[in-house]
């Protein structure tokens, strides 16, 4: 009887590219308590969240400038200086996907990601062009946790919910996979990821 490993389909930020902003913002507000209040009121998560639902970043950007010129540089710095946010790849995450791709297994992604960063990563991440299928948020406008992206997925490449193993950092986006009938490994580091996976049946 042959077994079938399970399809595993990976979520980006933080799980293959290491992206936090403050990685930025470290270098454009020294203080910490101000770049804690920058980003708690100006340049806010759920700001960002819009542009990976699809809000073009000129018109995200011209939107905070009118509320908060004092900031304008600080603004104009998520968009123009957007690859500093990213400190870099994952290189456990991005050996297990390129394990996976060697042997034949179909790989897939789930992303929240704005349509212009996305393109750009592409460029400067060409492993993110391996996947054999990927939805990304701000090219659908839903986001994770929606059930729908996840629906999404399943019927563009013919899968089932059963099947698959979704891998994120987010503990909401895994309750949201795991609502939809997925199997999910939180990804928090320090993490054993290929342990992780050969646990839910993942032959590595």
């Given at each position: 009887?042959?077994?079938?490993?399970?399809?595993?389909?990976?979520d980006?930020?933080?799980?293959?590219?290491?992206?936090?902003?403050?990685?930025?913002?470290?270098?454009?507000?020294?203080?910490?308590?101000?770049?804690?209040?920058f980003?708690?009121?100006?340049?806010?998560?759920?700001?960002?969240?819009?542009?990976?639902?699809?809000?073009?970043?000129?018109?995200?950007?011209?939107?905070?400038?009118?509320?908060?010129p004092?900031?304008?540089?600080?603004?104009?710095?998520?968009?123009?200086?957007?690859?500093?946010?990213?400190?870099?790849?994952?290189?456990?995450?991005?050996?297990?996907?390129?394990?996976?791709?060697?042997?034949?297994?179909?790989?897939?992604?789930?992303?929240?990601f704005?349509?212009?960063?996305?393109?750009?990563?592409?460029?400067?991440?060409?492993?993110?062009?391996?996947?054999?299928?990927v939805?990304?948020?701000?090219?659908?406008?839903?986001?994770?946790?929606?059930?729908?992206?996840?629906?999404?997925?399943?019927?563009?490449?013919?899968?089932?919910?059963?099947?698959?193993?979704?891998?994120?950092?987010?503990?909401?986006?895994?309750?949201?996979?795991?609502?939809?009938?997925?199997?999910?490994?939180h990804?928090?580091?320090?993490?054993?990821?290929?342990?992780?996976?050969?646990?839910l049946?993942?032959?590595?």
């Amino acid at each position: 009887m042959v077994t079938i490993s399970p399809i595993v389909v990976f979520d980006v930020g933080n799980v293959l590219l290491r992206w936090d902003p403050r990685h930025l913002y470290r270098q454009l507000i020294p203080d910490q308590e101000r770049m804690h209040w920058f980003m708690q009121n100006v340049c806010t998560s759920a700001w960002n969240l819009e542009q990976d639902r699809g809000r073009p970043w000129a018109d995200a950007v011209a939107l905070l400038v009118a509320q908060h010129p004092e900031w304008e540089r600080e603004i104009r710095a998520y968009d123009e200086r957007w690859h500093e946010t990213v400190a870099g790849v994952i290189e456990d995450s991005v050996a297990v996907l390129a394990e996976l791709k060697a042997r034949g297994d179909k790989v897939y992604g789930i992303t929240n990601f704005s349509r212009e960063k996305w393109a750009e990563s592409l460029i400067r991440y060409p492993f993110l062009g391996t996947f054999d299928g990927v939805i990304v948020s701000a090219h659908e406008q839903l986001v994770k946790p929606d059930p729908a992206i996840y629906q999404t997925l399943f019927e563009r490449y013919g899968l089932t919910a059963a099947e698959c193993i979704f891998v994120d950092d987010s503990e909401k986006n895994i309750r949201g996979a795991r609502a939809v009938g997925m199997q999910a490994v939180h990804f928090v580091e320090p993490i054993d990821l290929r342990a992780e996976l050969r646990g839910l049946g993942v032959a590595l």
